[in-house]
């Protein structure tokens, strides 16, 4: 037996086209709403209009569907780094600057996505796609931090990894403080973006760089 998709509380009926993908839109529109904690699966069940056990053929429970949520944002923040990375041309400098952009972009424009991925307190460590997912968004960063550190003098550079890290904090949290598409989202008398690319050019700096 399946149902057939209403949403928002809609009556239930035969022939539903697709449960899966109803529960995670469900559940996309739900985190928007109410956070990535404000909602049950039997919200996520009413909200695609079908009964309260339904969604059990599909997920385990409310988490594996939030996992699920989460493994898809961080397919997509793969993309969108990874095309911002643009191998690091025309320079290296040009290849930060797009990635700090599409990172702020996406806690903008994707903003459920962005609560399931790091708000949500899904345990990656887990779901071993889910890991693999999260891990792969680092990549381009990781890249981008490799070339830096390489054009550093052999004495005393610090271990690219270190310095990616300390890049993804800063960008992170002016994305989670003042990028985002929502009411948690803090007052700022500038962009985003030139907050970001402040703090880049004394982070840069104190490395002993010259952006």
């Not at 529960?23 to 529109?29: D, H, K, W």
């Not at 969604?55 to 429970?61: E, G, I, L, Q, V």
């Amino acid at each position: 037996m399946s149902w057939k998709h209403g949403g928002r509380g809609s009556s239930r009926g035969y022939h539903h086209g697709d449960l899966r993908e109803d529960l995670v839109r469900a559940a996309l529109e739900l985190i928007k709403e109410k956070g990535p904690a404000g909602f049950t699966f039997a919200d996520a069940a009413r909200w695609a209009g079908v009964s309260p056990a339904a969604p059990y053929r599909h997920f385990r429970d409310r988490e594996e569907l939030i996992a699920d949520v989460a493994k898809r944002g961080f397919k997509l923040f793969s993309e969108k780094l990874r095309e911002a990375w643009g191998e690091g041309k025309p320079s290296t400098a040009d290849a930060f600057r797009r990635i700090g952009a599409a990172y702020l972009n996406f806690a903008r424009t994707e903003p459920a996505y962005y609560a399931a991925m790091f708000e949500s307190g899904v345990a990656i460590g887990r779901d071993p796609e889910l890991r693999e997912a999260a891990d792969k968004s680092f990549q381009s960063l990781r890249a981008a931090a490799e070339i830096l550190v390489a054009k550093m003098p052999a004495k005393g550079r610090p271990p690219a990894m270190m310095v990616a890290l300390h890049i993804w904090s800063i960008t992170h949290g002016i994305a989670s403080l003042f990028a985002r598409a929502d009411p948690a989202r803090r007052p700022l008398p500038m962009s985003a973006e030139d907050l970001l690319e402040a703090q880049m050019l004394i982070y840069l700096k104190g490395l002993g760089l010259n952006p």
